[in-house]
């Protein structure tokens, strides 16, 4: 088990995760409109949102891969620069080539390379942090297999031992559980609740509501700006389901439109 | 021929062959990388334009091989990379569209200046184009008292530098090449990881300039890796393997040329494809050559199975009192896997036709058992007509092994029997 999370502040009076008003376009193109979101305890967090609703884009600009518009996000109130090796990433599967020339574990070792820095190599206590990671999430017997000879299920719980073997004290993870079957999906949610449990915020963006319900303890209703957030049950009425999946608000699309051409234009 | 042919004409072909090797473990290291970045256009391109940058810093005073040419090849390299950016993002042309018109527009410009230029500075433009590792010898400086080819310092040196970069900025490489997103998450500078891999791409080109030329080149760069890949699944191994594979094609290749009097960085570049084609045929994995025989020696196997199968309902039904009277005619692979089994001990010919030896029976039961409670499986779990049952079982009865055997009898009891009635063999 790894250490219970260092607080930075002694008295913490900043939250885990605060969003202050962010704005992100891609381009000139604004896709997500004024998110103030605050996030005080360690929790199985939600961001649920229909698609195209900006999700995605959000852990993006939390992680400084999308610049922001407008606004200030800060983990620990520092910003994300500051405490990067303390927040732990995993990615949509489909955004790598999973026919890339690794094994299993050295895939998960990279989680251990922000910490080394750029010179050291992974030592003894990389590889039992490696070797501890993937039996977490079942795969010790495949560390040495080539990483496209793995079920997508496999893979997305490669990519969770990376994060696990970063040690971090945020886990931030996008769509985790799509195109995953059945038993991996529990695997990754019992995993997720141990961090959870040893207080570490857990970040998910997800997209199904049924199993969302189950899952989470708190959630955020995202479609191109904050519906609503707060404890599950509160949040996920049929109110504000109707106010996020059904009354999409196309005139934010226009006008995301608007602002990029006339962007062009000028 | 002897080794005086390494040595004579103060080792002339022994430098020639050391400087087409040089070249190509420069370029196989860095182009590993680009191979696997799925980046080996933006070698290509790099290889070809900067061919201007050489030509300015030629005519600026530079020496083929000296740094200033080597500088002049680094930003030709960059400019082009830069382009294809530009072109992308306000241009709107697809990457691989803009590479094709930012290199090939450098390269004839490159190809224009030299022409122009070629009675006043040293460079020649055919030597641009193919190389003469023939002349490499020629050209020498003194180090430490030994007269060493200019090209094989500069190629040495390359090489050297390019091989202490990898090694120290291994771990960031490999990270950025497979996940980009994370590392920079991680805090990898992934622009600059990327800018040094095409800065080594300039390096290891331009060392390879004079020797092989800026055509053959891209061949050193792209075609050894591409071979390692399909041996080697890791990529450390890939990249030693595109080294050595790369300096067994420019001794060999150099050899060949010279015996059958040919242009050898054209000969290296041969040899180099003969390498990837006896990698597609022979990788012990992918290769063609270890598929067919796969699925020759499964057909052959099921063939087997199929007549074992088919002899033991014979004397199932027999023993039930109802003789099969008419038999098909079995075909050729049928009779030559019967004359198999019976060769190895499991089918024997009796006066009624074949039987099953002990050790025959043995493996059919294994089989019918397997075809069996499948069908009994599939009958509970999908609402199918009897008749849909036998199909997909005499197919995956050849791919059960017994723990799956074991889950499935679990669930459907020891004692069932298969939708037909009929009772299914035991595992031993």
Not at chain 1, 91 to 105: A, G, M
């Amino acid at each position: 088990m790894p250490a219970p999370p260092v607080s930075n502040a002694s008295p913490r009076v900043s939250p885990i995760l605060e969003f202050h008003d962010v704005t992100v376009a891609y381009g000139r193109r604004p896709v997500l409109w004024n998110i103030d979101l605050a996030i005080d305890d360690a929790c199985l967090f939600g961001i649920i949102g229909p698609n195209g609703a900006g999700k995605s884009t959000l852990l993006k600009a939390a992680l400084g891969l999308v610049p922001l518009a407008g606004g200030s996000i800060r983990f620990f109130g520092q910003p994300f620069a500051e405490v990067r090796s303390q927040v732990g990433y995993v990615p949509q599967r489909e955004t790598v080539d999973w026919d890339f020339p690794v094994s299993v574990s050295d895939v998960v070792l990279m989680g251990t390379y922000a910490r080394l820095g750029w010179f050291r190599r992974p030592g003894p206590r990389e590889r039992d942090l490696a070797r501890e990671s993937l039996k977490r999430v079942g795969l010790a017997d495949v560390a040495g297999r080539q990483i496209g000879k793995l079920s997508g299920g496999q893979q997305q719980r490669v990519f969770l031992a990376r994060a696990l073997a970063q040690q971090a004290d945020v886990y931030v993870l996008d769509e985790p559980m799509a195109g995953v079957d059945a038993r991996s999906q529990e695997l990754i949610f019992g995993v997720l609740s141990e961090l959870r449990d040893a207080g570490r915020l857990v970040l998910v963006v997800h997209h199904d509501l049924r199993t969302a319900a189950q899952w989470f303890d708190r959630v955020a209703l995202i479609d191109r700006r904050l519906v609503a957030a707060g404890p599950t049950a509160t949040v996920l009425t049929s109110e504000n389901l109707e106010r996020t999946y059904v009354g999409r608000l196309d005139l934010l699309d226009e006008l995301g439109r608007a602002v990029e051409e006339r962007g062009r234009t000028s | 021929m002897n080794l005086s042919f390494f040595t004579d004409g103060g080792g002339m072909h022994a430098w020639a062959i050391a400087t087409a090797a040089m070249v190509a473990a420069g370029c196989g290291l860095v182009g590993t990388l680009l191979v696997v970045r799925r980046m080996s256009l933006l070698g290509d391109a790099i290889s070809h334009a900067m061919l201007p940058g050489i030509v300015i810093a030629v005519l600026a005073g530079g020496r083929p091989g000296g740094l200033l040419v080597l500088l002049g090849a680094v930003a030709a390299a960059l400019l082009t990379v830069w382009l294809t950016q530009v072109l992308r993002t306000e241009g709107g042309l697809a990457e691989d569209a803009g590479a094709g018109v930012a290199f090939t527009t450098l390269f004839a410009l490159g190809v224009v200046m030299v022409t122009a230029v070629a009675s006043r500075i040293d460079l020649d433009p055919a030597c641009v184009l193919h190389g003469v590792l023939e002349l490499v010898p020629f050209d020498t400086v003194p180090v430490l008292g030994f007269e060493v080819p200019r090209a094989f310092l500069t190629a040495a040196v390359v090489f050297v530098g390019l091989s202490l970069a990898v090694i120290i900025t291994w771990k960031m490489q490999v990270f950025t090449a497979f996940d980009a997103e994370a590392a920079r998450a991680a805090g990898v500078p992934v622009a600059a990881v990327t800018t040094g891999l095409l800065v080594a791409t300039a390096l290891a080109t331009v060392a390879g300039f004079e020797a092989v030329g800026a055509i053959l080149v891209v061949a050193m760069l792209v075609v050894p890796a591409a071979t390692a890949e399909l041996l080697t699944r890791r990529l450390h191994r890939i990249t030693i393997l595109a080294i050595l594979l790369g300096v067994a094609a420019a001794g060999i290749g150099y050899l060949v040329a010279w015996w059958c009097n040919t242009s050898a960085a054209g000969m290296i570049a041969v040899v180099l494809g003969c390498e990837y084609l006896l990698a597609v045929f022979f990788a012990p994995d992918d290769g063609l050559v270890s598929r067919v025989f796969t699925r020759g020696w499964f057909h052959w196997r099921v063939a087997c199975e199929d007549r074992l199968a088919a002899c033991w309902r014979r004397e199932e039904m027999a023993a039930q009192g109802n003789p099969l009277v008419v038999a098909n005619r079995p075909n050729l692979g049928e009779r030559l896997a019967d004359r198999w089994l019976a060769i190895t001990g499991r089918l024997n010919h009796g006066p009624r036709g074949w039987t099953l030896t002990r050790r025959g029976r043995e493996q059919a039961d294994m089989v019918v058992r397997s075809h069996r409670l499948w069908e009994t499986w599939l009958g509970r779990h999908a609402d199918l007509p009897l008749d849909h049952l036998h199909p997909p079982a005499e197919w995956i009865e050849h791919h059960l092994g017994a723990d799956v055997r074991r889950r499935i009898e679990a669930e459907v009891g020891t004692r069932a029997s298969d939708p037909h009635g009929r009772s299914i063999p035991p595992e031993p």
